[in-house]
């Protein structure tokens, strides 16, 4: 495979809305120890990326500065001490950045096999979906069989992985959502119920049925002492995002009186070898079912790279299903 010296990405030419996306050519990033170079097919586009572009989501320091968190496509080039992956393999992989770009670089343990069967544009949408979901509602959440799940947002891309893996995982599943298509989409992946929140009071919805024993929620502000309201004793509220604030009044006596746990993570900070432990877990309990057919994400659009702009708008309006994608090659 011939690599270039030099590509095209898109860069954050300032903080702002999407407008300040633009594209650029630069060179084209060398492997290093332990690292592969990935010739990308498909990048996708996350809510993170928006927060970086923002102006509040700062890149690790030996991050690339270029937007983008997950991709697909082909193994261009590898560095000194990997053995698993060779050029010319196709790989999904979860980035620490870079993934706006014709090539970007990636920690070799953070990459999988793309599931058999699935398309590049596909494959491009899994890793910061199911990576942050695997950590938050079955490792740090510890969600079992036959519990009661409530997951916020549940036609995002985090909703829709949680519901579908928290579902095949033989839990209760519930879901807020901003319309009632949006539900319809809960409702066809696997959630018993989901509530449309303009109209239903879904903390009153979770009371009737005893109570939720897990919520994952990226909302925050308001919706974090109504998830407290909502669990059921010894119940666990997992955090991942605060789209309405982090700074809250609370009043936490019932944590203690009724035994609930308040947790959450971010992804993009965890070391390299806990994203590592996380893609064992995930080709080892997850991939077969996306191979399979299973479970496998829900596709609302693509752009191409150099419209990045555009496709950010189109994921900050809020009228997408899950997952948008740029297409690179």
Not at 130 to 158: D, M, Y
């Amino acid at each position: 495979m011939q690599i270039p010296s030099s590509m095209t990405a898109v860069e954050i030419s300032a903080y702002g809305g999407p407008e300040v996306l633009k594209p650029v050519t630069v060179p084209v990033p060398q492997p290093g120890p332990g690292q592969i170079l990935i010739r990308i097919a498909y990048a996708g586009v996350n809510r993170p990326d928006a927060l970086q572009r923002a102006g509040s989501y700062a890149p690790p320091p030996d991050a690339s500065p270029l937007p983008g968190l997950e991709a697909a496509g082909h193994v261009a080039a590898v560095g000194v001490g990997v053995t698993r992956w060779q050029p010319g393999d196709a790989v999904t992989a979860l980035l620490p950045g870079g993934g706006y770009a014709e090539y970007a670089l990636t920690d070799a343990e953070h990459a999988l096999p793309v599931p058999e069967g699935m398309a590049m544009d596909r494959a491009a949408a899994l890793c910061e979906t199911f990576f942050t979901v695997w950590t938050n509602v079955f490792e740090r959440g510890g969600l079992k069989a036959g519990e009661k799940f409530l997951v916020h947002g549940g036609s995002s891309g985090i909703g829709t992985t949680a519901i579908q893996l928290a579902a095949l995982h033989g839990a209760r599943v519930f879901a807020t959502a901003g319309a009632d298509e949006k539900s319809q989409v809960c409702t066809d992946l696997g959630a018993e119920a989901a509530f449309n929140y303009r109209d239903v009071d879904f903390v009153q919805e979770m009371k009737a049925r005893g109570g939720a024993d897990l919520i994952i929620d990226m909302v925050g502000g308001s919706y974090i002492s109504r998830n407290l309201d909502a669990l059921a004793n010894d119940g666990r509220l997992v955090q991942i995002a605060f789209l309405q604030g982090a700074d809250v009044e609370l009043n936490l006596m019932q944590v203690m009186t009724r035994r609930l746990t308040m947790t959450g993570s971010t992804l993009r900070p965890q070391s390299p070898a806990a994203k590592a432990a996380i893609a064992r877990a995930l080709e080892s309990q997850v991939w077969p079912h996306l191979s399979d057919g299973s479970i496998g994400p829900v596709m609302d659009s693509e752009f191409p790279l150099v419209d990045a702009a555009k496709a950010h708008a189109r994921m900050e309006s809020s009228v997408h299903i899950e997952k948008v994608v740029l297409k690179v090659a």
